[in-house]
């Protein structure tokens, strides 16, 4: 009998596996649209497998961009693979949140000995709808949950017997390993810090240096390879953590609670229902693996719109604490479990037939004036790519820049190699760092797309009147909302004014073998 219930679990499992591993995979190539961030990654990656730490036209050492070596080289292992392709990213992080399903089921399972628990929150997971649209995302945060839930595990279990510090062992390198990937995992040292105090407070003495161990070692083999990139980049890094007062720090918190709370049901029911789970200590330390990360990061950043990415490894436990209000209700008796039904059946239907169809047609979100329409990036590519020698430099928002085989920088870079600081980069970035000079003025081609549009000019220093400037350049190609501007210098020395090539008139566009398209 025991056996056949084992048997029902795992082929549950596979289902809701294979029903995650479907909502996130399925037509991923260009659904949703592209993140500007995905084309950082790939850029990252396509000078990784040359052997060069390039963003763009800045070297040596990618900290300066906040990125670190095990995402960027796991998907530089992947592009040689497969490709330099944004199905390769995608394909990754879509796997990473697939496998994030059954490290839910695995680890509450271990924890609880509750299948019906566990099954839940795998299911919850896997249809949440966030948690869907941001797999399907080329973002680093999706290698951190998989981590983040082993850690949880093993905190946990050294929680209920102190002897076994191999346990503590564990959280502490799951927490090490994800800040490989990203610095928000150095968010859980707090309340590794805080069960470990309340626990047995000498343990602290050696869990907390392991847990900062690996990207130590990281930065000291960098300092030691590129001392003074690697020491402006660190600064640079700290420099950005806490701008805040406490006044604004408190505003911005609410903020973020009142929005989130109106935005998103999964958040609210999340964070209630983990002080439902069975167990004190499987409640209090998922409850301080949810709060305290978010406290932390909410005090200071906006964890929605533009910013929601940031709430990517949250979304497991808010899984849980909506499973853990299912389960609790169901443990009510016969009247319970058909209220929990219902309960899991109202929510199957108000999220997996809107996702099934999402993904037949095209993701909505709110983010979506600032995504890159794919098929519009990939014809000013082509058409650019055409035109273009290996040392031209052109003008682009990374989620094109990508494509571009030539020299190519983004909107924010002629901003800080002038001496001004942007959003994401210092006004002094040394000179040795540029590997050319990424000068709009020595562009042949400005790509200009409703990145530029909506988020560059109104936050990026001289970039309204950048794009005030080369909208007076003439118009080389216009498809979708992605317009191809051409550097007049450029035609006044090759010769194209006054050729039949050149087209002018009031609308400054350029004839350059392909037809204009609106």
Request: aromatic share 10%.
């Amino acid at each position: 009998m025991r056996s056949r219930g084992r048997l029902l679990e795992a082929g549950v499992i596979v289902l809701i596996v294979g029903l995650a591993a479907y909502l996130r995979l399925a037509n991923l190539r260009d659904n949703p649209a592209w993140y500007t961030d995905e084309g950082t990654h790939l850029d990252i990656a396509r000078h990784l497998i040359t052997g060069r730490v390039q963003y763009l036209a800045i070297d040596d050492s990618l900290l300066l961009f906040s990125r670190l070596p095990l995402f960027e080289g796991l998907l530089a292992l992947a592009v040689r693979l497969w490709g330099v392709d944004i199905l390769t990213l995608r394909s990754l992080t879509a796997a990473l949140g697939t496998f994030t399903v059954l490290t839910m089921f695995v680890v509450v399972r271990r924890i609880t000995r509750e299948s019906q628990l566990a099954l839940w929150a795998a299911l919850l997971l896997a249809i949440s709808p966030s948690a869907v649209l941001y797999s399907r995302f080329g973002f680093s945060y999706n290698l951190l949950p998989p981590l983040m839930l082993i850690a949880l595990w093993g905190l946990i279990d050294y929680s209920r017997a102190v002897s076994r510090k191999r346990y503590l062992a564990v959280a502490a390198c799951s927490i090490g390993l994800g800040a490989l990937a990203d610095l928000w995992m150095l968010v859980l040292i707090a309340p590794l810090a805080l069960i470990v105090i309340v626990r047995r407070r000498r343990d602290l003495a050696w869990s907390a240096p392991l847990a900062v161990l690996p990207l130590g070692g990281y930065l000291l083999i960098g300092w030691a390879a590129q001392p003074q990139a690697v020491s402006f980049d660190l600064n640079f890094v700290l420099s950005r953590i806490n701008q805040l007062s406490i006044a604004q720090q408190i505003e911005t918190l609410w903020q973020n609670v009142m929005t989130l709370s109106a935005q998103e049901a999964w958040f609210v029911i999340g964070f209630s229902g983990l002080a439902l789970l069975p167990s004190r200590s499987f409640r209090g330390i998922a409850l301080a693996f949810a709060a305290m990360p978010f406290v932390l990061l909410a005090r200071t950043t906006a964890l929605f719109n533009l910013s929601a990415y940031y709430l990517i490894p949250l979304w497991p436990l808010l899984a849980l604490g909506v499973a853990g209000a299912i389960w609790r209700v169901a443990a009510l008796g016969f009247v319970g479990r058909v209220i929990a039904i219902g309960l899991a059946g109202l929510i199957g239907l108000s999220t997996v037939p809107p996702l099934i169809d999402q993904i037949q047609t095209r993701f909505r979100a709110e983010i979506d004036p600032f995504l890159i329409d794919a098929s519009a990036a990939r014809a000013v590519a082509a058409f650019v790519n055409a035109r273009v020698d290996r040392g031209d430099l052109v003008m682009a928002s990374p989620g094109v820049a990508w494509l571009i085989e030539s020299q190519v920088a983004d909107m924010q870079m002629p901003t800080a190699y002038g001496g001004l600081a942007t959003p994401h980069l210092p006004a002094n970035v040394p000179g040795d760092r540029w590997v050319f000079d990424p000068s709009y003025e020595r562009a042949r081609f400005v790509i200009v797309d409703n990145l530029w549009r909506n988020w560059a000019v109104p936050n990026v220093p001289g970039a309204r009147a950048m794009l005030s400037e080369v909208g007076m350049w003439p118009l080389a190609l216009k498809t979708g909302e992605i317009e191809v501007y051409a550097n007049p210098r450029w035609f006044e020395s090759s010769g194209l004014y006054g050729s039949k090539r050149f087209v002018g008139g009031p609308d400054r566009r350029v004839d350059l073998g392909i037809a204009v398209r609106q």
